[in-house]
Structure formats: C-alpha cells, structure tokens
C-alpha cells in the first residue's frame, strides 16, 4: 500500500515538473521575436549568419532570420512584397531616388527621430538615404569600383599596372597578342556593363564628382565632349572582350578571370569573399580604372546598402533595437571583416584584416572619389539615365550606334522629363 502510494506521488510530481517545464519554454518561445532581413545579396549567407550570431549574444531575445533575393530581382521582388503585405521586418535600401521612392509612398518607416542614426554616421553619409529632411534608411555599406587584375600574367608579360587609358589599350593589346583574353566583361546581364564598366571609367572621363554636379546643374549638357569620350572609351573596349562578348554573363565572365583565362576584369569590391572563397591558383590583385592623359584618376566610391525598416512590420521596436546595434562598433568589425569589401560607413570605420579589401581602399588615396553618376537624380525618369547608359554602352560596343549618337540619346532622353527647374 505504501510502494502504491509512493508511486502514486512521484507520478504526480513528476507530471507536474514536466508539465511547468514544458510552460517555461513555451513562455520563453513566446518571449522570443522573429524578425526577416531582407537584401539583394545572396552570397553572404553564412557571413549574414555570423554576424546575426554575434546581435544574438547580446540579444537572444530577437531571432534574425536573413532572407536574400537574386540581386538582379531585387527591386522588383521587395516592390511586390511590400505592395502585398509580405514584406520583411528591415529590409536593404538602395541609395538616393531609388530608395526616396518607397519611402514617398509609405513603405520605409521614418528613422530621423533616431538619434543613434545621427551618433554614428556624418551628414555625408546620411544624405544618400535622406528625401529632403528625413531619413528613410540607416547607413550600412559602401562598396568600392576598380579593375581586378591577374598579377601572374602581368608578370609573366612584363606589363605594368596601366594608369592611363592609353595605356590600358597598350597593356590589352599586348595580353591578345599572347594568346589571353584581355578583359573577361560581357554583354549579356545588360546591368553588367553599366554599373561595373560605364560607373566605373565615367569618373576620370567626365572630372568627377564637380563634373557631376555641373550635369546635374544643367551647367553641362549630357552630350558634350567629355561625355562622348566615354562612349569612345566603351566602344575601345570591344576588341579586348572574350569572343562572343554579346552571350557572356556576368558570372560567365567571373568564371573567366577565376580560370585564369583571361587577365583583368572590371567589377567591385563587393566580389572580393567570393574571389577568395573560389581561392584560385593564382594571385590578383586591383587597379584603378585608368584615366585620360592629363586627367586626374577617380574612384567610384558608392553609398551601396543602407537599412530600413518595413513600417508595416508588428515589431518595430525590436527592429530598431537591430539597427541601432548594427550601428555600434561591434557589428561594424563584423561587416567589414566578415563582408569583405563592403566598407561600414561609421564615422569611426574598423580596422580591416582583410589584405584584398584594405588594397581596394587603398586605390582611394591621391584620387577623387565619387558615386555611381546616374544614382543621385537621373534614375527616377522615363527614359532613366541608367537605361541610357546601359543602352549607350552596349550599341557603342556592338558597334550599333557611334559614341556621339549614344551621348546624344542621353542628352535627349534625361532632357525630355529632368533639369534643375522641374
């Protein structure tokens, strides 16, 4: 009677205590938040994952869950996720009109009541997610411009690293002429030549970020010498790409500079973990863009990714807890380390460990710097600078339009709905 009793009793106690456990760690899931992070980079996964591991030991109370898009569909993807309700928590921001545009029609929370935003990054880099005096994104990550090189082949060739345009043509030739692909960029991701070939030069063509202003200004129009030059610059290009150009992808192209086919390859900083990941079997290493005779070399340094906040998000508070971490000198170490080649625009940056990443800021020193030139004010009109570039570069380099036909489309197309006065 007394082992039934005793029996009875530890059934009953022990119900109890796994009972009361089972109710702590439903409490505690229930305590737990769940906030999706959006972006347009799908190759940083992992290091995404380290850096949300490093918030999560200080705030294990939120749960990040990263959730990237293709980049080329990133625009598109986020534009129907918040149309339909389904957007993320904090989400990716383009810089300037891009961004501006979601935030006009209600769809990035307001953020400048933030002080920690104001703590941690300058004017300057705040201005490329602000719409007039509000601030619809917080500064994250700039990325830098330049021309990867095959450090072997040049050696073995004896050539050295081009400062001029001119001599880019040289050194090129010269690489065909042994049987090497000069320049692996294609034709065929159109977004491809715009951004990491036309951005990349137009700089040290144009007169950099003055030259910008004074087309923005109206003071120069978009077909004038200087901008034809680049289009000729483009078009010079054409003899130097892999055969069959027209077909090549960007990752096609990325493939063929990693095989060691083909001997440089104009692209960003942004490639610089992925370069190394792949660990070719040979060294590399990054030059500035070449420039004109007589013309100071430029860098195209771009405001790449801020963070925002989906204002229809049921966690807001907790989504300005991440940011404000994601502010602060730890998380900033981790960006720039973890996501090498992508440059925390804090006004105290960290310290890099990262040699590739460190050579690409390194091309900073002594030259202009300058963002993407149609990002600012000519990608929000019908035709966009950027689709005139993109077109401009690709006729000219098909040898479908002349240089000074491809700057006039330009100055008759941003003409038609932009000027300063509109």
Do not use: C
């Not at 901008?227 to 990752?251: H, K």
């Amino acid at each position: 009677m007394k082992r039934a009793l005793v029996l009875v009793l530890v059934v009953l106690i022990s119900g109890t205590l796994f009972a009361g456990g089972s109710g702590e760690k439903d409490a505690a899931a229930a305590e737990t938040v769940e906030l999706t992070f959006g972006s347009w980079r799908t190759d940083d996964v992992a290091q995404m994952g380290r850096l949300i591991a490093a918030f999560n030991e200080e705030h294990p109370e939120i749960a990040i869950r990263f959730d990237p898009t293709n980049p080329p569909d990133y625009n598109a993807t986020l534009r129907l996720q918040l149309e339909s309700g389904i957007a993320p928590d904090v989400f990716y921001a383009r810089s300037y009109a891009t961004g501006a545009e979601l935030f006009g029609e209600g769809y990035m929370l307001d953020l400048s009541g933030e002080s920690f935003i104001g703590a941690a990054y300058d004017d300057g880099s705040r201005a490329p997610w602000q719409a007039g005096d509000r601030q619809f994104a917080m500064p994250l990550v700039a990325v830098s411009h330049g021309v990867y090189y095959n450090k072997e082949i040049f050696a073995e060739l004896g050539l050295a690293i081009p400062a001029t345009w001119a001599e880019l043509m040289s050194v090129s030739q010269k690489i065909k002429d042994a049987g090497i692909i000069p320049i692996a960029n294609g034709l065929a991701d159109e977004w491809d030549i715009a951004e990491v070939v036309w951005m990349n030069i137009a700089p040290g063509f144009i007169g950099g970020r003055t030259a910008r202003l004074a087309y923005e200004s109206g003071d120069r129009p978009f077909n004038d010498a200087a901008m034809v030059s680049v289009f000729t610059a483009m078009g010079s290009l054409a003899p130097y790409l892999p055969e069959g150009f027209e077909a090549i992808s960007y990752n096609d192209s990325k493939a063929l500079f990693l095989l060691g086919e083909a001997a440089m390859w104009f692209d960003g900083s942004w490639t610089v973990s992925e370069f190394e990941a792949s660990d070719p079997d040979f060294e590399w290493s990054v030059f500035a863009p070449p420039a004109p005779a007589g013309m100071k070399q430029q860098i195209t340094f771009h405001p790449d990714a801020g963070i925002a906040i989906n204002p229809a998000s049921e966690h807001i508070a907790e989504a300005k807890v991440f940011l404000q971490w994601l502010s602060g000198p730890k998380a900033s170490a981790v960006l720039g380390n973890e996501l090498a080649g992508f440059f925390p625009m804090v006004k105290q940056p960290p310290t890099l460990s990262n040699q590739h990443a460190n050579d690409f800021l390194a091309l900073n020193a002594g030259r202009g710097l300058d963002v993407r030139f149609p990002w600012p004010l000519l990608m929000s009109g019908d035709p966009s600078g950027y689709n005139l570039i993109m077109q401009g570069s690709i006729n000219v380099i098909t040898g479908r339009m002349s240089a000074s036909a491809a700057a006039d489309a330009m100055e008759e197309g941003i003409s038609s709905w932009y000027g300063p006065a509109m």
